[in-house]
């Protein structure tokens, strides 16, 4: 059965640190992985990642995948209390499926 | 900028009553998901939808839970009859075809508790 494991399930840390956080799958027919943000509500898409080693960046958010041992780790460098939200870690696969992780809940307090 | 559109956005409903939810999704995007998401776990797909036809509904339980999608524009997502255990998020979300297929789109959600 294909399943997605997010790592830590949840994070407290403060005002510019920066976090790491983890995903490992397991998959039949991967097709790319992506990484959501979702605060109070609907999930908003941050990146898509489909080959290992190509670092994907938005601002002080970067994400790279690894295909060989099967994970992911989204980073987030001088963390701001905006970026507290669940992030959420997705796989699509050529079932036209998204497989979604149970989120890692980060908190950035000031 | 272009939004999927749910409603209700919250419910409250007894146990053993019927309920629907609404989407529409943006303009153009053929493919519609409606996920379930319990507190604290991730979406959990329960039926795609590409234009009119349904593509993978093995997640839903189908006793109780029915969607349709009739002209390939809106959909509806049913539950009868609703069971304590039906209280979560259910998320609609859509994408265009081609190569941005990957890129959903969320609606706000419609919150449901049922009693």
């Known amino acids: 059965e294909d399943k997605v494991v997010q790592s830590p399930l949840s994070l407290v840390v403060h005002e510019g640190d920066t976090v790491t956080l983890n995903c490992s799958y397991e998959v039949t027919n991967f097709r790319s992985l992506l990484w959501y943000k979702q605060e109070k509500k609907a999930p908003t898409f941050l990146f898509m990642l489909?080959?290992?080693?190509i670092e994907k960046k938005s601002g002080r958010l970067s994400s790279i995948l690894d295909k060989k041992e099967l994970f992911s780790i989204l980073n987030i460098t001088a963390t701001q209390t905006g970026d507290s939200a669940v992030y959420l870690c997705a796989f699509y696969n050529y079932g036209q499926n998204f497989v979604f992780g149970p989120g890692t809940r980060l908190s950035v307090l000031p | 900028e272009a939004e999927v559109a749910q409603s209700p956005r919250y419910k409250i409903t007894e146990k053993s009553q019927a309920v629907a939810f609404w989407c529409d999704p943006i303009s153009g995007h053929a493919t519609l998901y409606w996920y379930r998401q319990i507190l604290g776990q991730g979406p959990e797909l329960l039926v795609q939808f590409q234009d009119e036809s349904v593509v993978d509904d093995s997640q839903l339980p189908k006793d109780r839970f029915s969607a349709e999608r009739l002209k390939g524009v809106d959909s509806t997502l049913k539950i009868q009859p609703a069971e304590l255990g039906d209280s979560a998020m259910y998320l609609c979300?859509?994408?265009?075809?081609?190569?941005?297929?990957?890129?959903?789109?969320f609606g706000p959600g419609t919150r449901l508790t049922v009693t």
């Open positions: 979300a859509s994408s265009s075809d081609g190569r941005r297929l990957y890129e959903q789109y």
């Open positions: 489909t080959s290992s080693g």
